[in-house]
């Protein structure tokens, strides 16, 4: 059944990305990826290339930019030349925006659409895009699951592997393996078409191995112990939000509710042990699954062997300008808590609170891009400003954050901070054109692809 096109379309924006920053040609240890990639034919020494399911050339770049600015991917299908007097609705085409699926190590997973734009589901893969590499950047299209299974974006995630490095308890891919060594895997985590599963902690796990390039499909319950620990009257609640990748000799990916708990899965070991594990998250939620996108006030990370989690929420006071009961925003605060990842904590609930701060009490002084935000009526920093989608950074634990800050949510001019949380102070500040997206949604994420990325002259980034 056809798509209706005003519901879904590219943006014009997308069409437009913005120019490509000079970084010095310094490495860039972690960036802020945009969740959606721009459609246009830019090219730099991150381009790869590779067929869509019909055929077409299709090309992606990456273009780094040092945080708190934004990062970001373009998208190209080569157009040929036979379909130029052919109907709009008939020619293979991206029809919406690829998305940035998930990201591990040095592969990004992405979603990518090529079809006529009468049809967009059946244009629908994921492809698996390697900025970097001693052979070079690399971009794979991945066969579909059995039955031509298409995942949600907050079912699915990547783990990157190496098997020299599971000694060490890592899943790092080194520059001087050999390419042969390393090889990655793709999960998603889907509810069970069994009516009677459903609510019984059992879900379909599917997994794709780039060794064996295939993918297979098990059925996977919660553990005994932990379902009869965390059921809530025989019902086990779980809404998929994100996908980490933990790693390890038992190739560990976490599936995340971000309002309720995490499930893990070993996939190294899921035939012979089709169990998921379960660690609640700390906190009252701050909103609810229903009416809220979870990214806005909640996010986790994997940091040197252990969870990190923020939960951030606004605070708010009576308007005096206004009548009774109405408020307005009053700066806003944020807990982050930490626990380890290992299997022999899993049973333990307790996280250990690292640090609650609040806006209120913020060093802005040391940062003088502060200058850039908008001069508000205000006696604290960030008091009538709408400040959310917390951003964990998880190459280092030195407790920073990066935050959206926009005058009201459904503003396209945006900015992105970058926070100090354990300190109070603001380390960074930078703007972001929200234009694509929908009020405050989902708009970027966290990456440690850039530090794969070779140093280089200055200026000779793009072409």
Request: aromatic content about 10%; overall charge negative; glycine content about 6%.
């Amino acid at each position: 059944m056809p798509i209706c096109k005003d519901l879904i379309r590219l943006k014009k924006a997308s069409l437009h990305p913005p120019p490509a920053l000079d970084t010095g040609g310094d490495i860039i240890p972690w960036a802020l990826l945009e969740y959606k990639a721009y459609v246009a034919d830019r090219r730099n020494d991150t381009t790869a290339v590779a067929e869509s399911r019909c055929g077409r050339e299709i090309q992606v770049s990456f273009f780094a930019a040092r945080p708190p600015r934004v990062s970001y991917l373009c998208v190209f299908c080569r157009p040929a030349a036979t379909e130029e007097h052919q109907d709009e609705e008939e020619v293979e085409m991206i029809p919406m925006e690829p998305q940035v699926v998930a990201t591990d190590e040095n592969l990004i997973l992405l979603r990518i659409v090529v079809s006529p734009e009468k049809d967009i589901i059946g244009g629908n893969d994921l492809y698996v895009y390697r900025p970097a590499g001693d052979d070079g950047p690399s971009l794979t299209r991945l066969p579909r699951p059995p039955r031509g299974t298409i995942f949600n974006s907050n079912q699915v995630g990547i783990l990157s592997c190496c098997p020299d490095d599971r000694s060490t308890g890592l899943s790092l891919l080194r520059p001087h393996r050999a390419p042969q060594d390393e090889f990655h895997m793709v999960a998603a985590l889907c509810n069970d078409n069994d009516w009677l599963a459903i609510g019984r902690g059992r879900f379909i796990l599917h997994v794709y191995n780039s060794k064996l390039k295939t993918w297979t499909a098990t059925k996977v319950s919660v553990e005994d112990q932990h379902f009869q620990k965390y059921q809530d009257q025989g019902y086990f609640v779980h809404q998929n939000t994100r996908v980490l990748a933990v790693g390890g000799e038992d190739a560990t990916i976490a599936f995340v509710d971000l309002w309720q708990g995490i499930l893990f899965c070993d996939l190294a070991h899921v035939k012979d042990k089709p169990w998921l594990s379960y660690v609640p998250l700390p906190g009252t939620p701050s909103g609810s699954p229903l009416s809220d996108d979870a990214c806005l006030t909640l996010d986790i990370a994997v940091v040197n062997g252990h969870f990190k989690f923020v939960r951030h929420q606004l605070q708010w006071k009576n308007c005096p300008t206004c009548y009774r009961n109405e408020y307005m925003e009053d700066g806003w605060m944020a807990s982050i808590w930490t626990r380890p990842v290992s299997a022999s904590s899993l049973l333990d609930d307790s996280w250990q609170l690292v640090c609650d701060m609040e806006s209120s009490g913020m060093d802005v002084k040391s940062t003088p891009d502060f200058e850039l935000l908008p001069k508000l009526v205000a006696s604290e920093p960030f008091q009538m400003l709408d400040v959310s989608h917390p951003t964990l950074i998880s190459h280092t634990d030195d407790g920073t954050v990066c935050f959206m800050v926009k005058i009201n949510r459904g503003d396209a001019e945006a900015w992105v901070i970058a926070v100090d949380t354990v300190n109070n102070r603001l380390q960074g500040l930078a703007e972001f054109d929200a234009t694509r997206y929908t009020r405050t949604a989902f708009s970027y994420l966290h990456t440690r692809i850039s530090k794969y990325l070779k140093k280089r002259a200055p200026g000779n980034s793009a072409y």
